[in-house]
């Protein structure tokens, strides 16, 4: 069910959305969070629908802020929506005009669950300082998304000249199969420490530049960071006294394995989804304590004269 309020308030909103639960028998839904999502009208209507199916694990209400018109006179116009055009959620829809799109905070605040936790999401177009920002001082956790940059590795970086705790980016998010098929192969024998990895992706991705970093700081080795056309990530290589950890994937879907000693294996690492990656931030509200070292310790030491080829033309970064 979708209403549609034009000209209204937040007052005007909440009651409107009472009743809509009531009369669809949808009283009981126990949510979890508040969503808050800043984001164009352009680009709405995708993330919506990552954040209805993130919602199918995590019932919550998604608050969906339009950047508008900071010109003319405030308005505020709403868009209500419940049922099977909401996920396992509430989704509130909000065109906000005037002066009132420069304080985006007085009309989220009035619509956020009672004493429960609050996420801030910026699909693109992130502000410099997430913690100060007004939406980003009211949210435990604040995620981001590097990817949609222009220059995505450029992103990350100003990401890690205003962390502070509780920010997150879904270019290190996209990395968790790759982290945990890496931690596997290392915790196997031989135990060998790794004396040099090699990180191989397209120039552009920023995943690639996270997990370099990550090996950086967790191995405490000396990484490169090299560059083809991709698509995303395409190789590790792990040293290591015994023989090498090779964990490649050319065409963005299915990775294959080679440690000494063990036959080739077969990985299923296809690059996520939106709503996977959304889903998977949505389950820890604490600060992530890896992705802080690895965006602010690790990142800063991955050797800036490794060897490079020339990108090509890419199919999409992950």
Do not use: F
């Not at 191995?219 to 040293?239: A, D, F, M, Q």
């Not at 604490?286 to 310790?297: E, F, G, H, I, N």
Request: hydrophobic letters at 40%; one cysteine or more.
């Amino acid at each position: 069910m979708i209403v549609t309020l034009s000209d209204t308030t937040t007052s005007a909103i909440d009651r409107r959305l009472t009743e809509m639960r009531h009369s669809g028998g949808a009283v009981a839904l126990g949510r979890v969070l508040s969503l808050v999502v800043v984001t164009s009208p352009e680009e709405s209507e995708p993330v919506i629908e990552a954040a209805n199916d993130a919602s199918r694990e995590h019932p919550c209400r998604v608050i969906v802020v339009l950047t508008g018109e900071k010109r003319g006179r405030s308005r505020l116009d709403a868009e209500i929506r419940v049922g099977g055009d909401a996920g396992a959620s509430d989704v509130i829809v909000m065109r906000l005009s005037g002066e009132l799109a420069a304080h985006p905070d007085s009309v989220v605040v009035p619509l956020l669950l009672a004493d429960a936790p609050v996420v801030a999401y910026w699909p693109s177009n992130p502000p410099a300082d997430l913690a100060d920002d007004p939406i980003g001082r009211i949210a435990q956790r604040r995620i981001t998304d590097a990817m949609t940059a222009k220059r995505p590795v450029t992103a990350l970086n100003k990401r890690r000249e205003a962390y502070a705790d509780g920010d997150t980016d879904l270019s290190w998010t996209r990395l968790t199969l790759w982290r945990a098929a890496l931690a596997a192969a290392l915790d196997q024998p031989p135990y060998d420490k790794v004396t040099e990895a090699v990180v191989t992706g397209e120039a552009s991705s920023a995943s690639t530049e996270l997990l370099a970093g990550w090996l950086a700081y967790a191995l405490k080795c000396p990484v490169r960071r090299r560059t083809n056309k991709g698509p995303g990530i395409v190789s590790v290589r792990l040293e290591r006294k015994a023989g090498a950890v090779v964990l490649e994937r050319p065409d963005g879907q299915t990775a294959t394995l080679d440690q000494p000693n063990q036959p080739t294996r077969r990985l299923a690492l296809a690059r996520r989804k939106l709503n996977e990656c959304l889903a998977e931030e949505l389950r820890r509200l604490d600060p992530d304590d890896v992705y802080a070292d690895t965006l602010t310790k690790g990142v800063p030491k991955l050797d800036a004269k490794a060897p490079a080829k020339k990108p090509t033309a890419s199919k999409g970064r992950s």
